[in-house]
């Protein structure tokens, strides 16, 4: 499952924030893989840590870059320069 952009834009403000926890809770419930999507900043970044969003996507890791740059990137061992969200 994927948390929209627009919800982690808004992550402080309260009605996001309960909008984007049901989301985590309810995929850990059952069992899915939850993603947010846009994080631009170490804040947006921490509340999804807090919450248990361990995946995530967003200029505040990379830039986008074309699928065959990720490709040559792990075929010359460059996994640890991928990062998760805890890392």
């Known amino acids: 499952m994927k948390i929209d952009k627009s919800f982690v834009d808004e992550i402080e403000k309260p009605k996001h924030h309960s909008m984007m926890k049901a989301i985590i809770d309810l995929c850990l419930t059952l069992n899915l ?44 061992g460059g996994e640890n320069q991928l990062k998760s969200l805890s890392s």
Do not use: H, M
Request: charged share 20%; aromatic share 6%; with cysteine.
């Open 33 to 76: 893989n939850v993603i947010a999507e846009g994080i631009e900043t170490p804040r947006q970044r921490a509340i999804l840590l807090q919450n248990n969003c361990r995946l995530g996507q967003g200029y505040l890791f990379s830039k986008p870059f074309p699928g065959e740059i990720l490709e040559a990137l792990l075929q010359q």
